[in-house]
């Protein structure tokens, strides 16, 4: 198992995520804002933490030809992330068919102390789909899975599907969730963040 001081000497990588997402809930979870906002949002509360030079939005990978079985989950031949955090100061991140390796960028995932997506209740007026919330999960599941069936050496990422339940009146149906991950498993290595973390009624 990954720890803090494998992805960055002296530094608490996860509790410094985790208070970023803490403070981003408790400030913004009132607000009603397109999804974007609400990532860009998330972005200022980690680069409190870890400064601007480390951390990207929606950086992207070509997993058309992943070996993961996770990859039939994600529909499309490339996925970005809402959000990632680089393990040092000085971020240098190019389209993935400028990054070398073997022209999806993955390769480069060993230089990430944080890969995460973020869903937000509140932007969706039916309720989150819970289709596109599997597949933030297995998104993220499967590019932990092809780094090591590709022996990528240096330490995985961190990573984290975080979902911000701030639907006024209508809480997401998390029981719905736990039942999908029961009958297709994510990653051990993905962690999932409701705020707040109690469950309330759902939809």
């Not at 992805?7 to 996860?14: D, I, N, R, S």
């Not at 040092?88 to 995460?116: C, F």
Request: hydrophobic share 40%; net charge negative; proline share 5%.
């Amino acid at each position: 198992m990954t720890t803090d001081l494998d992805l960055h000497p002296g530094e608490k990588v996860a509790a410094k995520f985790e208070a970023a997402w803490s403070v981003f809930g408790q400030t913004c979870s009132h607000f009603v804002a397109p999804e974007a906002t609400y990532q860009a949002w998330f972005a200022h509360y980690l680069i409190s933490q870890f400064g601007i030079d480390r951390v990207a939005r929606e950086p992207n990978f070509k997993h058309r030809h992943f070996t993961s079985p996770w990859a039939e989950h994600v529909p499309g031949g490339e996925v970005k992330l809402d959000v990632f955090v680089t393990r040092q100061h000085g971020l240098a991140l190019p389209h993935y068919v400028h990054r070398g390796g073997l022209g999806d960028g993955l390769h480069t995932l060993v230089d990430v102390a944080i890969i995460s997506e973020l869903k937000v209740a509140a932007t969706q007026g039916e309720g989150l789909s819970h289709t596109e919330v599997a597949q933030d999960v297995y998104k993220l599941s499967m590019l932990l899975d092809e780094m090591e069936r590709r022996d990528l050496v240096g330490p995985r990422p961190l990573a984290y599907f975080c979902l911000l339940d701030n639907r006024v009146g209508h809480r997401y149906n998390r029981e719905w969730l736990t039942k999908r991950l029961s009958s297709v498993a994510a990653h051990e290595g993905v962690k999932i963040l409701f705020w707040p973390a109690a469950q309330g009624p759902a939809h």
